[in-house]
């Protein structure tokens, strides 16, 4: 299938009073709006959505006591996978770019690379935050005929990210692992002076992990 095509619409007669109305700034990749017969469609979507979201956060608490639960750690992970598919159809990039990252954090853990601890949880909770915000725009801009606003999700992706990077930490070919600074600072997700702080803490007493110390 291929995703619906987006389009936008057209702007109304510009009148006296709109001339001086300020027009919110929205970011391009925002500006985006559904056509009447996609309504369907999305209210399906949102209805699901917001259900998996709900899902989600129950089996996180669940997995939090238990990071060695599959069963649970799949039940985290399926409802991620399937807003990443049916957000990816629609078009909603935004949407699904950020459960494919946190739908990689989770399968790092499927995978044996990364054990789920009290970071990994409090990111994938606040994903599920940022996501419900998420489609809750996207259904009222629907319903208004208006573009999208869009999320500041950096500080999010950067704890993705970090989590991600320390998940991957491998030996290099001299049979020795890269430090995860190192892998951080190459990945370009924090700055050396960071990494050397956080260090300097960690040998100072600090018993919190390098990536959450970052």
């Avoid at 950096?154 to 970090?162: I, M, V, W």
Wanted: aromatic share 4%.
């Amino acid at each position: 299938f291929s995703a619906p095509e987006m389009q936008v619409k057209p702007a109304a007669p510009e009148t006296e009073a709109d001339t001086e109305a300020p027009v919110p700034a929205v970011e391009p990749s925002a500006q985006e709006a559904f056509n009447p017969e996609d309504d369907e469609l999305l209210a399906g979507f949102v209805a699901e959505a917001l259900e998996h979201l709900e899902s989600i956060e129950v089996n996180a608490l669940v997995l939090e006591d238990a990071p060695e639960d599959t069963e649970a750690l799949n039940a985290v992970f399926r409802p991620f996978h399937t807003i990443k598919g049916v957000s990816g159809f629609l078009n909603l990039r935004d949407i699904n770019e950020l459960s494919h990252s946190l739908e990689n954090l989770l399968d790092q853990a499927r995978s044996g690379q990364l054990v789920i601890g009290s970071e990994a949880i409090d990111i994938i909770l606040g994903g599920v935050d940022m996501l419900r915000q998420m489609i809750n725009e996207t259904q009222s801009a629907a319903q208004e005929r208006r573009p999208r606003r869009s999320f500041d999700t950096s500080a999010l992706e950067s704890r993705l990210a970090g989590a991600l990077a320390e998940s991957e930490a491998k030996e290099d070919v001299e049979g020795k692992v890269k430090p995860l600074g190192e892998i951080l600072v190459e990945k370009g997700v924090v700055q050396r002076e960071s990494v050397e702080q956080a260090l300097s803490r960690q040998q100072e007493g600090s018993p919190r992990p390098l990536g959450e110390l970052l």
